[in-house]
């Protein structure tokens, strides 16, 4: 269908050291020097070059290479990789250009190469500074070199960011909390914090199953994004987004396309591309339509995904809407009455409390369509 530009790139990079044992993602623990990388770099540039030729990539604005872990394919690689967008889109430094690492394959060297390459924000892979927990949720990586990971980061990038996960069995508030304060210590200008979630056919739901692990406690992951939330926000940390804290200038570009309707392109497995016009959006993995909404619920869904946002929704945006959508001012007086919603200079905007119930807050506006 004609479309509208796409302004986000994400490549998939699906190759990793070891899973973790949370993890259900589309990737595959293998050596580094497996020939099933070198195969799938090719695809990936021939199809980065072919979008390229088509006038796919001629307005983007943002780059995401994410995985698996695509510092564990090796420096060669990247460059290929690299190389390959740089000719094939405008990879200037306004383009936010973002790729994951993990500490255990981040070197010095790959630190400079992929910086002289066109990469200006890296994303680490921590998840805890706590080797037990680490350990439990089968990290291929240390505190230590965690720690040295973001330091050799920092030789290069000012934009470094660094994910937490909290509710891990056997994390202690004062493990988590211990976990925030390193991450501020060491200097990082962005931090993402995931509560765990137990996702089917994984090493930890087959653990919950058996009753080796105890199921993730809601109020425990609750106390532990409040500890995150106050300890980044004296760190002059702004929440921009439901599980994501920057320094003023290093909110993550990319990230917010997904939050605000921005179409974005998926390349290699199990990518998902976002295509839509005024009258429909698709998103669209591995050659099958995932989502096929119409000019309604697209209103509906921006609302929703909006919520995601500190910054909520405009007034002005939710009085066009509600010319799509007739019941949109009972259910927003609803969530305001219930918490989950309030206003504050003409906008409609997330509380704490709509944020723990997430799911009653964005359903009841998806449902409006």
Not at 107 to 112: A, G, L, S
Not at 190 to 196: N, Q, T
């Amino acid at each position: 269908m004609p479309h509208d530009p796409y302004r986000a790139l994400y490549l998939h990079v699906p190759f990793c050291v070891k899973r973790c044992s949370y993890c259900d993602f589309t990737t595959s623990a293998v050596a580094a020097d497996d020939p099933r990388i070198d195969a799938y770099v090719e695809d990936l540039c021939l199809a980065i070059r072919r979008k390229s030729k088509e006038g796919e990539l001629s307005a983007i604005e943002t780059v995401y290479l994410g995985g698996g872990t695509p510092s564990h394919i090796g420096m060669s690689r990247l460059s290929m990789l690299l190389y390959a967008l740089s000719t094939s889109m405008r990879l200037e430094p306004d383009v936010e250009c973002s790729m994951e690492a993990n500490p255990e394959s981040l070197t010095p060297n790959m630190v400079r190469d992929i910086w002289a390459l066109g990469v200006n924000r890296l994303s680490i892979g921590v998840q805890s500074f706590d080797d037990k927990v680490l350990e439990t949720i089968g990290r291929a990586h240390d505190a230590q070199a965690a720690c040295r990971a973001i330091e050799a980061a920092h030789e290069r990038f000012t934009n470094v960011s660094c994910d937490l996960m909290c509710g891990i069995p056997g994390q202690s508030a004062e493990s988590f909390e211990r976990s925030v304060s390193r991450a501020i210590e060491l200097g990082v200008s962005h931090i993402s914090v995931y509560p765990l979630t137990i996702e089917p056919h994984t090493p930890f739901d087959r653990m919950v199953l058996s009753g080796e692990l105890p199921e993730p406690d809601d109020d425990v992951e609750a106390e532990q994004m409040q500890i995150a939330q106050s300890l980044l926000a004296a760190a002059g940390f702004e929440r921009y987004e439901v599980a994501s804290y920057a320094k003023p200038g290093f909110a993550c570009r990319h990230n917010i396309a997904y939050w605000t309707g921005v179409p974005y392109l998926g390349i290699g497995t199990s990518a998902a591309t976002m295509t839509q016009n005024s009258e429909r959006r698709m998103r669209i993995t591995d050659g099958s339509v995932t989502d096929d909404l119409n000019a309604e619920q697209m209103v509906a869904e921006d609302l929703m995904l909006g919520m995601r946002m500190t910054r909520g929704v405009s007034g002005e945006k939710i009085a066009e809407a509600r010319l799509v959508l007739p019941r949109l001012g009972e259910t927003i007086d609803k969530l305001v009455e219930e918490g989950l919603a309030a206003w504050s200079e003409d906008r409609l905007r997330p509380t704490e409390r709509g944020w723990l119930l997430g799911n009653e807050l964005y359903g009841a506006l998806f449902d409006l369509a």
